[in-house]
């Protein structure tokens, strides 16, 4: 069975650009997460996706944040413009289910690592 | 509110060497799940164990074995007989009524030849 795969692995920018991070979680998943991992710290959920709605972005910095799963499949997120503190690793993990349901196992992505200059 | 707190920032040991790692968790939902995962330098975060709120049984698996003990609220991981290749960093998580889960700060553990 495939896991999570991100794109790209590494990414370097400058502040103020802009840029994407790709995730296709597992086939049959219907639940899309999205962590930011800042070094030295555990990953903090971004947003969660269930199929393409969003059940919870409480902590999406939705100034310069914004993230899409059409079809319920593929998602992206994106950063414009991208500060400093944005440099971190980007997790995306997938799950069978979601809220509601007795607990399902996340499975995660091996990340992107942004660094802004 | 969710809280995990992982007191222990880095922990080294040589080879051999049984090592403990701590978590303490708080939450105030009646129904929870706790985990442990393991981050090699890779990055990718690795699944160990889920252990949900009704169940204070300890766990065995091969070399790892976990403490959950809710009087405490305690979720603690022994390696026992480390090796280097148990040199990663081990992030202790909790998800409460979602499926949210709020990761601890992780402890660094490094095994030396």
Partial sequence: ?117 | AQKVTQAQTEISVVEKEDVTLDCVYETRDTTYYLFWYKQPPSGELVFLIRRNSFDEQNEISGRYSWNFQKSTSSFNFTITASQVVDSAVYFCALSGDTDKLIFGTGTRLQVFP
């Fill in chain 1, 1 to 117: 069975e495939a896991g999570v795969a991100q794109s790209p692995r590494y990414k370097i920018i400058e502040k103020r650009q802009s840029v994407a991070f790709w995730c296709n979680p597992i086939s049959g998943h219907a639940t899309l997460y999205w962590y930011q991992q800042i070094l030295g710290q555990g990953p903090k959920l971004l947003i969660q996706f269930q199929n393409n709605g969003v059940v919870d972005d409480s902590q999406l910095p939705k100034d310069r944040f914004s993230a899409e799963r059409l079809k319920g499949v593929d998602s992206t997120l994106k950063i414009q413009p991208a500060k400093l503190e944005d440099s971190a690793v980007y997790l995306c993990a997938s799950s069978l289910v979601g809220r509601g349901s007795s607990y399902n196992e996340q499975f995660f992505g091996p990340g992107t690592r942004l660094t802004v200059l």
